[in-house]
């Protein structure tokens, strides 16, 4: 018997992340997408539509809570890198599979947990899709690499 590969459906309207499998919803989490709309413009700081995979899983064996600088842990004691948007937890690195999205990457487009949990099922992010860390920590043990993601409105 051949299993289905999870999919990660995302909805802007909803401000809802589903982990599908067919037609059955595995787990389903509310999330934050950007405060300032819809789009893949370099530098724009929106959150991009259509389908992607994600090309990296970052953070598998860290704390909950560990602040990620340019992907890397920071340690407990380390200065926090500054602004007060922090990437938490875990990144799952989105990478854009059509011709409108292809800069997903190099934007540096995440699933990663955050500081701003109060805000989550809004739209507050930087572009990123937001979670709660414990939520993005479940999430992140069910999927494998290049898991199929779409963003829909």
Same mark, same amino acid.
């Given at each position: !018997?051949?299993t289905?590969?999870?999919?990660?459906?995302?909805s802007?309207?909803?401000?809802r @992340?589903? @982990?599908v499998?067919?037609?059955?919803?595995?787990a389903s989490?509310?999330?934050?997408?950007?405060?300032?709309? *819809?789009?893949?413009?370099?530098?724009?700081?929106?959150?991009? *539509?259509g389908?992607?995979k994600?090309?990296e899983?970052?953070?598998? %064996? &860290?704390?909950?809570?560990?602040v990620f600088r340019?992907?890397?842990?920071?340690?407990p004691d380390?200065?926090?890198?500054?602004? %007060?948007? @922090? &990437?938490?937890?875990?990144?799952?690195?989105? %990478?854009?599979? $059509?011709?409108?999205?292809?800069?997903?990457?190099?934007?540096?487009?995440?699933?990663?947990g955050?500081?701003? $949990? $109060?805000?989550?099922?809004?739209?507050?992010?930087?572009?990123c899709?937001? !979670?709660k860390?414990?939520?993005?920590i479940?999430?992140?043990?069910? &999927?494998?690499l290049?898991?199929? &993601?779409?963003?829909?409105?």
């Open positions: !018997m051949q289905t590969q999870p999919t990660i459906r995302v802007v309207r909803d401000q @992340l589903d @982990l499998s067919g037609e059955r919803v595995l989490y509310p999330i934050s997408t950007s405060r300032y709309g *819809l789009g893949s413009e370099a530098g724009s700081l929106k959150t991009p *539509l389908k992607f994600i090309a899983k970052i953070g598998a %064996d &860290v704390p909950r809570g560990t340019s992907r890397i842990p920071l340690a380390a200065a926090l890198p500054p602004g %007060d948007d @922090l &990437v938490l937890s875990r990144i799952l690195w989105l %990478d854009g599979l $059509e011709e409108h999205n292809a800069n997903t990457r190099d934007r540096f487009i995440y699933i990663h955050t500081n701003h $949990e $109060e805000a989550i099922g809004t739209q507050a992010s930087h572009g899709i937001r !979670m860390n414990d939520d993005l479940a999430l992140f043990d069910q &999927v494998p290049s898991a199929e &993601v779409i963003i829909e409105t």
